[in-house]
């Protein structure tokens, strides 16, 4: 059949507003996490895989849930899987929702929840916070408006006065293993900060390295999630670590993180199907500076190595040295205008902090990680004009060098890398990043004049240059009308610049803020023409072209300065003990979970240069780091680990192709659902398979085909959608006569062809059941003249074929009562369902608590038993000892444990009455939360025809 007569086709077809009325219901109605998970995959622009809907559900499985720690690998997606969770609390109007994540990361997760879901977020942070307190606000993290708020961990700490005052529906940590030493005695400020700030609030926490040394590790995480889950510290160590732990206790300790900790791992995804994971290749490209590059370079080196520098604050004393190194490192063009924009600062008696470093577009991230606010301070006069001379002079050895070998290397290396590309299969395209603004104009003139004139786009924090601004307005132009356009500039700008680079452009330059929350999985080339110092930001970068979607393998080409030992430690730590540039994913995300709460190593390498002035003190300083983290990366409970965290291949792998199935199906109703709802609602528009055209705008059903062609995605948000659905809902139906035709449907329903011929009566009502959470049932009750009955599934098959409405009807009184009676069965069942339901969560919530119960008496028999141990010890001890002196004093010392031990009883005791009632309380508050009650409100009834 041509296209032509399917779209004809589908023009005769028909729907009434009974339908409509039925599918408005079905698309939009409050039903179990499940159902209503798969509303929100139906409308988000990501194609899901398996073990994240499997995440995200298991997430939401039960109401009474305090929240989970999704661990899956890294690879696979925690942020979708997370993203999802959010998008289902939105979408059940709980917006006051949080990520707290590194600060590096709050742009990229603001552009996936945009981009993928439609839900706008709000980056909180010191300039934004400062300034929402100056507008009136009273408390910035309680936004008015329907955005999800994004901030740091530093910042929510330092603010957790504020954060706790929010009643939050739900709290999203992102690297969540930051908080995994919380339950040490002394450290972890931060974790205790925000426990504490926002405890009894849900939680989703997200690390694929939960635990990495130690099982107290996860003991700290969980105990976040869940003050209730394990007892104390003192009795997880007694039952769980040490070397008189049982494979039994093991067991137990696994039963009871199945329920709270979710992992899947990649080879499990990959036995599945649903991943094929690519490899990276690593290239190295050396270089040695000319002698004017390296004059510049180590006399600015010498002068930040001072400490009587009067032109940097002191209090970002640390911050503006580090960030000149890395300007330093990038090019002589970048230093000339840092150098300039610190003069300019001094000549107007300013110290040079966060302002003097506009070239380098996340100085404020790297301030928030250190957990700094710049601050202000008096400028020593008397070094005042020395400094800035000092400064002028280093700025002429800058403007005059007109060439830097680095930038020769670039135009060398290029060539080759991309014939390695060209081998592997990848596309004749490159990103490369810099660290600076300058540099980024440097290479874009360097490689214009060098054969790329007209192959080049740029990507930055502001992308305010001519051809940015051309290439943004006919990118806007080519989608007007079209969801491509998200409304804000800085997202659509990126989309812009992304899609000339795919489509046009053979070298994309592109600065570190530039890069965030952008996928480029068509480019499998990538430069690092400054290689940043913290092994996350170049994971970050990598990610950008090396991710899920990517076909071919991933060239990642590095540039190491043979003139400078430092740069060449750099290099060998990020490769060699990150393993960041070769293999399938490196042990990147494995190791850096083991040492990042312990060691910044952008701030130790920037001490190092300050401290060192020799080549011989700087290896020196390196080989003690390298030690460190060889320390802190050893693999401590490989197995245990394995045990606790991960579950079987089969199983896994058996549960993911089955939700596999699912996803595919329920995307095919939601399809099938929708396209019907629009048919029945806008019988003039102009139909087709995909979608409709209407009032001159195109609509698909297809999210991928809605972008490709300019047009709108259909789904239940869309404005025109949401409003039809309103509508049809609100309408009020009578008793009507509705004939459907088969045939018209053009798909195979067995059950229902053979009642062709058939008539009967259908009602539909909607089934409120109201509990901890509310949710609806759309129940038929349906009857044919012969007697028989149309259960829900023939019921709701049949309100998708095309049909007539014909005139009002009346039902008679027998026939009511057979349906009244038909509708009460299905009510009771729903009920007994929701029931059954209720007592897994509640026989769920008494096991975590029994546990809870346990561990804490456990904690205090404990300590008892210890007090009895030392008293033996003590009198052993005693009557071992010569001295009536001795023995007195051995004397006191035993009544004094004596005791302690007879106090430590009457504790126990009370302990232990205070704990059952605790339990006790919890447990009622659990059961007034699941008490059911029940609504049920009819929709319509129709006497239908099936012909």
Same mark, same amino acid.
């Given at each position: ?86 998008? /289902? ?5 709980? +917006? ?18 945009? %981009? ?24 910035? *993290? ?96 007694? /039952? ?20 709270? &900790?979710?992992? $899947? ?17 690593? =290239? ?6 000319? $002698? ?134 990848? /596309? ?8 600076? &603004? ?5 290479? @874009? ?9 007209? #192959? ?63 996928? =480029? ?25 090396? +991710?899920?979607?990517?076909? &071919? ?5 590095? *540039? ?24 399938? *994913? ?26 060192? +002035? ?12 390298? $030690? %460190? ?67 001159? #705008? ?56 053979? =009642? ?31 007697? !028989? ?15 007539? @409405? ?40 008494? %096991? ?19 007090? @009895? ?49 605790? !339990? ?28």
């Amino acid at each position: 059949m041509s296209q032509a007569q399917k779209q004809n086709n589908v023009k005769t077809e028909s729907y009434t507003e009974h339908q409509a009325a039925y599918l408005a219901h079905t698309l939009t109605i409050d039903g179990s996490a499940e159902d209503n998970l798969s509303k929100s995959l139906a409308s988000s622009k990501v194609d899901m895989n398996p073990h994240q809907v499997e995440a995200a559900l298991f997430a939401l499985r039960s109401p009474l849930s305090q929240g989970v720690l999704l661990a899956d690998e890294v690879g696979l997606g925690k942020t979708i899987e997370a993203s999802l969770i959010i998008a /289902q609390k939105w979408a059940e109007r709980h +917006r006051k929702i949080i990520l707290i994540v590194p600060a590096m990361l709050r742009n990229q997760w603001s552009q996936e929840l945009l %981009e993928k879901f439609n839900i706008p977020s709000y980056i909180l942070e010191s300039s934004s916070y400062n300034a929402d307190k100056k507008s009136g606000a009273l408390n910035p *993290f309680d936004l008015k408006e329907d955005r999800v708020l994004i901030c740091s961990y530093e910042f929510a700490s330092r603010k957790n006065i504020d954060l706790k005052s929010v009643n939050w529906d739900l709290v999203v940590f992102d690297e969540a293993h930051k908080l995994r030493n919380i339950w040490k005695k002394d450290g972890a400020k931060i974790a205790k900060r925000l426990q504490e700030a926002l405890e009894g609030r849900k939680k989703i926490l997200l690390s694929a390295t939960p635990l990495q040394n130690s099982l107290l590790e996860l003991y700290g995480l969980v105990s976040i999630i869940d003050p209730h889950f394990f007892g104390s510290v003192e009795s997880f160590k007694a /039952q769980y670590v040490g070397a008189k732990t049982t494979a039994n206790n093991l067991d137990i300790l696994r039963h009871r993180l199945s329920k709270v &900790c979710n992992r $899947t791992l990649r080879r499990q995804v990959q036995q599945e199907g649903g991943i094929n994971f690519t490899r990276r290749h690593s =290239m190295v490209e050396d270089f040695r500076p000319s $002698t004017e590059e390296m004059e510049l370079y180590n006399q600015i080196s010498s002068y930040l190595q001072r400490d009587d520098i009067a032109s940097i604050k002191p209090g970002a004393r640390h911050l503006v040295t580090l960030v000149i190194r890395k300007i330093l490192a990038s090019s002589s063009f970048a230093v000339s205008g840092t150098l300039d924009k610190m003069i300019t600062r001094l000549e107007e008696n300013a110290a040079a902090g966060l302002e003097s470093l506009d070239d380098y577009e996340t100085a404020g991230e790297v301030a928030e990680e250190m957990d700094l606010e710049d601050d202000a301070a008096a400028i020593d006069q008397a070094k005042l004009r020395e400094e800035i001379e000092e400064l002028k002079s280093y700025k002429a050895i800058a403007q005059k060098i007109q060439q830097n070998a680095k930038g020769e290397a670039l135009l060398t290396v290029l060539d080759k890398a991309f014939s390695k590309v060209g081998e592997l299969g990848g /596309q004749r395209k490159a990103v490369i990043f810099t660290e600076s &603004c300058r540099t980024q104009k440097y290479l @874009q003139e360097l490689l214009e004049a060098n054969g790329y004139q007209g #192959q080049l786009a740029l990507l930055n924090g502001s992308n305010s240059d001519p051809d940015s601004k051309r290439i943004y307005k006919e990118w806007l132009e080519r989608h007007a009308g079209s969801d491509k356009i998200s409304g804000s500039k800085t997202a659509d700008m990126k989309a812009a610049i992304v899609e000339e680079f795919k489509n046009k452009a053979t070298i994309l330059i592109s600065t570190e803020s530039g890069a965030e929350g952008v996928n =480029m999985q068509f480019c499998s080339l990538l430069i690092n023409y400054d290689l940043p110092w913290n092994p996350q930001r170049v994971e970050q970068r990598i990610g950008r072209v090396h +991710r899920y979607g990517q076909k &071919c393998d991933v060239v990642v080409v590095n *540039f190491v300065n043979k003139g400078n030992k430092a740069d060449q430690l750099v290099f060998e730590l990020l490769a060699r003990k990150f393993q960041l540039f070769e293999g399938v *994913f490196g042990a990147s995300d494995e190791i850096l979970g083991a040492i990042e709460s312990e060691i910044s190593i952008e701030k130790r390498i920037n001490d190092i240069l300050q401290k060192c +002035r020799h080549a011989d003190e700087i290896e020196a300083e390196f080989n003690t780091l390298q $030690t %460190e983290l060889d320390d802190l990366i050893e693999e401590k409970e490989q197995n245990t680990r394995e045990k606790l965290l991960e579950h079987f291949d089969e199983e896994v792998i058996s549960r993911l192709k089955s939700r596999k199935e699912k996803i595919q199906w329920v995307m095919d109703e939601h399809g099938r659902k929708i396209r019907a709802f629009c048919r029945g609602v806008l019988p003039l528009a102009d139909h087709f398979d995909d979608g409709f055209m209407h009032d001159g #705008q195109r609509f698909y059903c297809d999210w991928k085909l809605a972008e490709e062609q300019n047009g709108h995605f259909l789904k239940i948000e869309n404005p025109l959608v949401a409003s039809l659905i309103d509508t049809a809902k609100q309408n009020s139906l009578t008793p009507t006569e509705i004939t459907f035709d088969y045939d018209s449907y053009g798909m195979q329903l067995a059950d229902l062809r053979n =009642m062709r011929g058939k008539s009967g009566w259908l009602k539909l009502s909607k089934l409120k059941i109201d509990s901890i959470d509310t949710v609806e049932k759309l129940v038929f009750s349906a009857v044919a003249d012969d007697g !028989s009955t149309l259960d829900q599934q023939q019921c709701e098959r049949l309100m998708l074929i095309p049909a007539t @409405q014909g005139s009002m009807v009346s039902i008679d009184g027998t026939i009511l009562g057979k349906i009244e009676q038909a509708e009460q069965s299905a009510t009771t069942l729903h009920l007994e369902d929701a029931q059954r339901l209720n007592e897994e969560y509640f026989n769920e919530e008494q %096991e975590k608590l029994d546990r809870w119960a346990e561990d804490s008496k456990d904690a205090i028999q404990q300590e008892l038993n210890r007090l @009895q141990k030392d008293i033996r010890a003590a009198k052993k001890a005693a009557r071992a000892l010569k001295t009536l002196e001795e023995k007195t004093a051995a004397q006191r010392q035993v009544k004094k444990l004596e005791k302690e031990h007879d106090k430590k009883m009457m504790e126990f005791f009370e302990t232990r009455k205070q704990v059952d009632e605790k !339990s006790d309380e919890l447990l009622e508050e659990i059961e007034a939360k699941l008490k059911l009650s029940h609504t049920a409100d009819e929709v319509f009834t129709i006497r239908w025809n099936l012909i």
